[in-house]
């Protein structure tokens, strides 16, 4: 049994109230360890370790803070197999995947807000014929609340604390209570790397206790969260009348768009990452498998045969494809959106039923499962799933298919497969998502502005955006 702890003030503390939460391991349903469910004291107590460091942490050099977010980068590159296999252990995802993108992003994320800190700059404005300067000071926030999901979960919590810490802000940070082990493990590594006592704090618990708590803080002046569009609506009704600013990354229900001149090969084999990577859950996913009529069969069944291969393994297995679903009630709600494609008169092309590991019976296994609609606006095609489940269904036009893509509530991300450069830009400025892949997917820049449109979120993370969402800009205007 592995119990972990709170990190406050650079120290693991067991919950004020004793409070404690089973810690699950998704490939085989047992038991693993023991979480704080950390309450409004915690997180008191998370908030004043955070908020005593500050006027120190927010006068340190930015040589100083980029010494210690690369430090920290490359001491995870240096512990890369432990924290892999612990992401692997605690979220059900192939060891692979947790060694190739996981970790090696958390370490990036360290590495480039360390690199990008050193690099931003405010503006001045000159007022011509006015005899007047005005200079905008980029001051840190304060103490700021970063909340992150299940499905990537170093990649996604690192993604937040490291452009908060490069801007000079203390920070009181919670991972998912599904998969709290990396950002526990985080804690020894900030020590470590020296990173003082108090800038960053982490804990541990529930949304509705632990998160909600910091959500809640009055003096918590900024939110990042990544999560699922009915909880950012929560936090943005919670937060807004106390004026905190808030990133929202939230859900998405994202199209892959195919035409028939695109390069078919490097199409098939990146549509197989881009539906069941992850196990399909990945906000970035493309679900919603759109085909142009005239290549429609031909990839139906290429497209089948490659999902069919695809190994559904124990994750620690290094041939395994499709590794475990994060939770038993995850898999339950996954399998249940299967059902209601049935009853929708989908049909289920491959896939569909859960799979039973020998010595692992218990863990929540599910094949990759492709299902043609018979339309659009059915539910699997207009809700999240947020698991190895896609939807294919041919188009006939770039009208038709358009209206189609952008018909869903979610605005996140679109992928376009096609080699005319006229309808790649047309299509691109039409396209409602926050970021469109064409001929490629998940490929990553960490400068460019990442985040959704309409019930995809609000804000943008990401290279300078993010620095600019983690300090306040103030004008100073100079007569002379
Ligand atoms: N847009 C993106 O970048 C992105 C990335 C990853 C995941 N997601 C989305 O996240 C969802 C899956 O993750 P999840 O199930 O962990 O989401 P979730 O919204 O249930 O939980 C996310 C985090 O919010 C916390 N939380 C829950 N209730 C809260 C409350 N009342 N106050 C404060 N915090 C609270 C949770 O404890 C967790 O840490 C999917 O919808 C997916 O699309 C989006
Ligand atoms: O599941 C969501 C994935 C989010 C990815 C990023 O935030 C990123 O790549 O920066």
């Known amino acids: 049994m592995i119990t972990i702890k709170n990190y406050i003030k650079g120290k693991f503390q067991n919950p004020i109230q004793g409070n404690w939460l ?19 004291e915690d997180v008191e107590s998370a908030y004043k370790s955070a908020k005593s460091a500050f006027s120190s942490w927010s006068q340190t050099t930015l040589e100083e803070r980029s010494r210690i977010l690369i430090k920290i980068s490359e001491l995870l590159e240096a512990n890369l197999d432990r924290f892999a296999e612990a992401e692997s252990k605690d979220n059900g995802k192939p060891i692979s995947l947790a060694k190739a993108i996981d970790i090696p992003r958390a370490a990036s994320n360290f590495r480039f807000f360390g690199n990008a800190i050193t690099q931003f700059a405010s503006e001045s404005h000159e007022s011509v014929g006015q ?74 618990g529930l949304g509705t206790t632990t998160g909600q708590a910091i959500i809640e803080h009055p003096d918590i002046k900024a939110i990042s969260f990544t999560g699922g569009t009915a909880t950012g609506a929560h936090i943005a009704r919670v937060a807004a009348p106390m004026f905190k600013k808030l990133s929202l990354e939230l859900g998405g229900k994202n199209p892959n768009i195919i035409f028939a001149d695109c390069d078919y090969e490097d199409m098939l084999n990146t549509t197989v990452r881009s539906s069941f990577a992850n ?59 299967i059902n209601i494609a049935k009853e929708e008169k989908g049909t289920v092309l491959c896939g569909g039923n859960e799979v039973t590991i020998k010595g692992f019976e218990n863990g929540y296994y599910l094949e990759p499962t492709v299902i043609e609609v018979p339309n659009d606006d059915c539910r699997v095609n207009q809700e999240e799933i947020f698991g190895p489940v896609v939807t294919i269904m041919p188009f006939k036009s770039e009208d038709d298919v358009l209206e189609m893509a952008n018909k869903v509530k979610y605005g996140l991300s679109a992928t376009l497969w096609t080699n005319s450069l006229k309808r790649t830009m047309r299509m691109s400025n039409e396209l409602q998502a926050g970021i469109v892949w064409v001929n490629t997917w998940m490929m990553r820049d960490l400068r460019t502005p990442f985040g959704g449109v309409k019930a995809s979120g609000v804000g943008r993370e990401g290279g300078f955006e993010a620095l600019r969402f983690f300090t306040e800009a103030k004008n100073v205007c100079i007569k002379y």
Not at 22 to 40: F, H, L, T, V
């Open 131 to 204: 005899n007047a300067i005005n200079y905008t000071l980029r001051q840190p926030i304060g103490v700021v609340g970063c909340i992150s999901p299940w499905n990537l979960p170093l990649y996604l919590f690192t993604w937040k604390i490291a452009p908060a810490l490069a801007a000079g802000n203390c920070v009181v940070a919670k991972p998912s209570e599904v998969t709290p082990m990396t950002a526990y493990l985080l804690g020894e590594i900030c020590n470590e790397a020296g990173l003082p006592e108090g800038v960053l704090n982490i804990v541990h």
């Open 22 to 40: 089973d810690n699950y391991n998704p490939s085989d349903g047992e038991i693993y360890g023991q979480i704080p469910n950390s309450s409004k």
């Open 279 to 337: 196990q399909g859950q990945i906000c970035l996913c493309g679900s919603r498998i759109f085909v142009e009529a005239s290549i429609y069969d031909k990839f139906k069944k290429d497209f089948v045969e490659k999902v069919k291969a695809l190994k559904v393994g124990h994750p620690s297995e290094a041939d395994t494809n499709i590794g475990a679903l994060v939770s038993k009630s995850h898999l339950e709600k996954v399998k249940a959106y």
